[in-house]
T-cell receptor, first 112, second 112 residues
Framework: NAGVTQTPKFHILKTGQSMTLQCAQD?????LSWYRQDPGMGLRRIHY???????DKGEVPDGYNVSRSNTEDFPLRLESAAPSQTSVYFC???????????FGEGSRLTVL | QKEVEQNSGPLSVPEGAIASLNCTYS??????FFWYRQYSGKSPELIMF????GDKEDGRFTAQLNKASQYVSLLIRDSQPSDSATYLC????????????FGSGTRLLVRP
């Protein structure tokens, strides 16, 4: 049972480039979310989804887009990367929005 | 004032001692409280959650909640070197966006 799978684990891109971080879960969880983790800042939620076809902004959504066409996948897209988006990104799932979060292994992104 | 505050540490304790980790929060509407453990370079994993005032015990771990004083703590009895990690406090607010606020974490070092 893989749980939450994120790809890629590491990536470097240049300012202005776009990319998509992939997230896939096989636990049939309804709630999916993206967080970024920066030193001294704690985990901060970017976007979330309570079900397929429904997405909402989290607390730090600027510069990111998401979509959710099915239960399993929740990609995070950076349309025009900025150095401020250098961070470690975690995708997390839960059977309910109020419950335990199950995190993927993380994606370390560097924007030069 | 940060919404969830933790001492960054490191908190250093000898093996076999009790480690006490503290967390304060600012929103009196907070309804659920979580402790996650994060090893260096890894993703967070849930240790305990607590909803009601008082103590909740699970093996060597005890979570304590005092809503009047707005603090939650985690006690680790018989600390082991394998407990060395960063402990993240997370607070779920009672609003429609399922806002989960993480503290920046306390680093715990257990000396053999």
């Amino acid at each position: 049972n893989a749980g939450v799978t994120q790809t890629p684990k590491f990536h470097i891109l240049k300012t202005g480039q776009s990319m998509t971080l992939q997230c896939a879960q096989d636990m049939n969880h309804g709630y999916l979310s993206w967080y970024r983790q920066d030193p001294g800042m704690g985990l901060r939620r970017i976007h979330y989804s309570v079900a397929a076809g429904i997405t909402d902004k989290g607390e730090v959504p600027d510069g990111y887009n998401v979509s959710r066409s099915n239960t399993e996948d929740f990609p995070l897209r950076l349309e025009s990367a900025a150095p401020s988006q250098t961070s470690v990104y975690f995708c997390a799932s839960s059977p309910s929005p109020e419950g335990e979060l199950f995190f993927g292994e993380g994606s370390r992104l560097t924007v030069l | 004032q940060k919404e969830v505050e933790q001492n960054s540490g490191p908190l250093s304790v000898p093996e076999g001692a009790i480690a006490s980790l503290n967390c304060t929060y600012s929103d009196r509407g907070s309804q659920s409280f979580f402790w996650y453990r994060q090893y260096s370079g890894k993703s967070p994993e849930l240790i305990m959650f607590i909803y009601s005032n008082g103590d909740k015990e699970d093996g060597r771990f005890t979570a304590q909640l005092n809503k009047a004083s707005q603090y939650v703590s985690l006690l680790i009895r018989d600390s082991q070197p394998s407990d060395s990690a960063t402990y993240l406090c997370a607070v779920l607010l009672m609003d429609s966006s399922y806002k989960l606020i993480f503290g920046s974490g306390t680093r715990l070092l257990v000396r053999p």
